[in-house]
């Protein structure tokens, strides 16, 4: 099975992300955006923010969206202004996701992402991470939620792995305690 993290990052979040993930089998894919980003932090959060919260799509230099020998996308994001950032707009828009396992990695500074989750929350499953590149820890919580994946393509967080009894109560994928996964494993 063919897997892809393709992301973006402006200050090293998504890059700690991606070799995290690169270790684990994924091919990586980072997109870089056309708009200059702002240095001076006062500036690059105003902008920013106002761009992710209008939804801009930020034009894209050198693009490949050709995702057709991979089964698995997991698209990674910063989060500006509670929202998606402007060049994974973009990404969300050119992308032909049909057909795909989809999951999303947000990286933020406090942890959450609320906007950002309504938004996709029908595409794929989504973990949030707080600032993976200063705390390393987190990069293990990326270990549960993509090892322990029912091939219903659901996060499954009970740890119940094909073949077996799902032993806890909160298994999103529907799966309950004492009964068979549903992905029918
Ligand atoms: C323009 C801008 C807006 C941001 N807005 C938020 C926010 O709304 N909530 C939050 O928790 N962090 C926010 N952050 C912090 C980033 O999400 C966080 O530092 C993230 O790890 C950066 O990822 P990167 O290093 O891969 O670019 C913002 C950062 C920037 C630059």
Redesign the pocket.
């Known amino acids: 099975m063919k897997k892809l993290f393709i992301y973006?990052?402006?200050?090293?979040?998504?890059?700690a992300v991606a070799d995290y993930l690169r270790d684990k089998g994924y091919d990586i894919r980072k997109v870089i955006s056309k708009h200059k980003?702002p240095k001076n932090f006062g500036l690059?959060?105003f902008?920013?923010?106002f761009r992710?919260g209008i939804n801009i799509k930020d034009k894209l230099i050198d693009f490949n969206n050709d995702i057709s020998n991979y089964d698995e996308i997991v698209i990674g994001s910063?989060?500006?202004?509670?929202?998606v950032?402007p060049p994974i707009n973009t990404v969300l828009e050119e992308l032909d996701l049909s057909g795909k396992k989809v999951s999303f990695i947000f990286?933020?500074?406090?942890?959450?992402?609320n906007k950002a989750s309504e938004k996709v929350k029908d595409i794929g499953d989504i973990i949030i991470l707080k600032?993976?590149?200063k705390y390393k820890d987190e990069l293990k919580k990326l270990e549960v939620f993509m090892e322990k994946k029912c091939s219903c393509k659901k996060t499954c967080k009970c740890g119940c792995q094909e073949g077996k009894k799902c032993t806890c109560k909160d298994c999103k994928c529907g799966c309950h305690e004492g009964k068979k996964c549903k992905c029918g494993k």
């Open positions: 973006y990052s402006l200050t090293g979040s998504g890059d980003y690059l959060m902008s920013g923010g992710a910063p989060i500006w202004f509670d929202r950032s990286y933020s500074g406090g942890g959450e992402a600032e993976p590149k």
